[in-house]
Every structure is written in structure tokens, then in C-alpha cells.
Nanobody
Framework: VHLEESGGGLVQAGGSLRLSCAASGLIFSHHAMAWFRQAPGKEREFVATIGMSGGTIYYADSVKGRFTISRDNAKNTVTLQMNSLKPEDTAVYYC????????????????WGQGTQVTVSS
């Protein structure tokens, strides 16, 4: 299984970024997908998760109303649209996949990408 994130970068506060995760080596439509992030010196934290069909979605309170997770099962991709970015959103963002149901704990997920850096300047 291979998950590859893209779309990270440097953006000013208030700006937007769109992260993508391309999945291969798995039956994508049979996996819940999620985004996590880890800032320097901090624990990894849950950002958002989306069910296999895209019908069920959960967000962390810290990103609710600003971030949108979506998936395209035909293209084996999951996307995180991030708007109204804040300096505290600065972190490495990771894509994760699991053949079970949705979860907000990192330990729940079997497969992880290498991460993409998002830096928000004030």
C-alpha cells in the first residue's frame, strides 16, 4: 500500500491550500481515509476522516468550518481543502487509510503516507 500526499507549502494566514493523497495497492473504496497532522514538539492530532462512500465525515473542532475533506473513489484520491488558515495550522499533514470504519485515533489506521509540510505565516 502506498499513500502519497501533495499540495503542501507556505501560505499567509487567511490563505488556502488544497492537499491531495493518492492511494495505490489497496481497494480504495473499501477504506476509510483520514488526515492527521503533527506540529514540531507536539503529538500527532486528528484533523478529519471520511467513510468509504464519502457519506460520513468527522472533523476536529479546531478545523471545523474551515477545512473540507472529500474523496474520489474513481481516482483513488482523498483531498483536504484548507481555508482561512492560521499559524497554528502549521504542521506536517499525513494521509491515513484503514479497511475498517472511521476512527479519530491514529492507532486505528493501518496505512500512512510520508506527509507534506504546511506552513502558515502570520
Amino acid at each position: 500500500v502506498h499513500l502519497e500526499e501533495s499540495g503542501g507549502g507556505l501560505v499567509q494566514a487567511g490563505g488556502s491550500l488544497r492537499l491531495s493523497c493518492a492511494a495505490s495497492g489497496l481497494i480504495f473504496s473499501h477504506h476509510a481515509m483520514a488526515w492527521f497532522r503533527q506540529a514540531p514538539g507536539k503529538e500527532r492530532e486528528f484533523v478529519a476522516t471520511i467513510g468509504m462512500s464519502g457519506g460520513t465525515i468527522y472533523y476536529a473542532d479546531s478545523v471545523k468550518g474551515r477545512f473540507t475533506i472529500s474523496r474520489d473513489n474513481a481516482k483513488n484520491t482523498v483531498t483536504l481543502q484548507m481555508n482561512s488558515l492560521k499559524p497554528e495550522d502549521t504542521a506536517v499533514y499525513y494521509c491515513a487509510a484503514d479497511p475498517g470504519g472511521l476512527g479519530t485515533a491514529g492507532d486505528f489506521y493501518d496505512y500512512w503516507g510520508q506527509g507534506t509540510q504546511v506552513t502558515v505565516s502570520s
